[in-house]
């Protein structure tokens, strides 16, 4: 098992509290939002999800554990799964060997003496070895650099990419997250491309959770960018060529519940400016003080022109502040 895996077996044990005591963390209190946390944990793969509704992502063919690692008393569970091979280990254990044609297939946990479920949206990827030239079915990608950056594991090239249609863009990631708020804003015809990791969503549902707490009452983020193909991102001008938006582990977000395209005022002083920005940061950094399984980058930005103040989030998997 990983490190990260670890840190996320101790984060279930306090999820798992949470069904019987309330939320672990010390700034998060009851409020009329619902977190729509399953009352069951389970593990796909190295994935351990919380919530009712979590997309996964996989290679064609790729055989993945499922293991429910934590559930309320007196729950009996069964799998099924709308496409590949489900095959039963043990009482609470699958193994899910996925199709090998590229596409979203659904795998759902059912209680079989409550309405408890839990789904997961799995993503069957397109190898990135299909890509040829710097584009996959015509859709410009680019290039990523083939040595990782400081040797992390987090910055090898992408095993591959989630084809969304636009029948796919409303498809939830998590629970108050759909996959097309994440899709590059490449101006292309015909289905897009991208990368996506699990560990986005799930992070960006804490911080949901530690707003919500904190006395801001928000659904979800208005999500500015998330990923990033190489190409657009030179092409918009950015000269990093390791930024964690060309992984699919990167939202800039910010909070919008008046509808006027800008950030709220989020500390309630009569302004908005980079003090909303950094309330927001701090809810993030409450969040991976209590789980540090989801600590990740943080950075804030100023208006401008063109956009309100908003905050970088990312789950790299190592605490970095700008």
Sequence with gaps: MTGNYIRQIV???GVMACLVTGPVSG?????????????????FGETINPYNELATFVMPGQSVPIE??????GLRLAALAEGGRLDAVETRSWVWKAPITPGLYRLRLKSLNTNDTMQ????VMHPRSRATNGSLNGYPIGHYPETPLNNLDVYRPPRGFVEVTPDLANVPVSPHFRIGQFLCKEDARGPKYMVMRSALPLKLEGVLEEVNASGVAANSFEVMSGYRTPAYNRRIGNETTYSRHLWGDAADVFIDRDGDGEMDDLNRDGRVDMGDARWLVERVDDLESAHTHLIGGVGQYKANSHHGPFVHIDSRGFKVRW
């Design 120 to 123: 997961f949206n799995v993503f």
């Design 27 to 43: 700034s998060i209190r009851e409020s009329s939002f619902d977190a729509s946390r399953a009352r069951f944990t389970a593990a």
């Design 68 to 73: 429910v690692a934590g559930t309320a008393a």
């Design 11 to 13: 984060w279930l044990a």
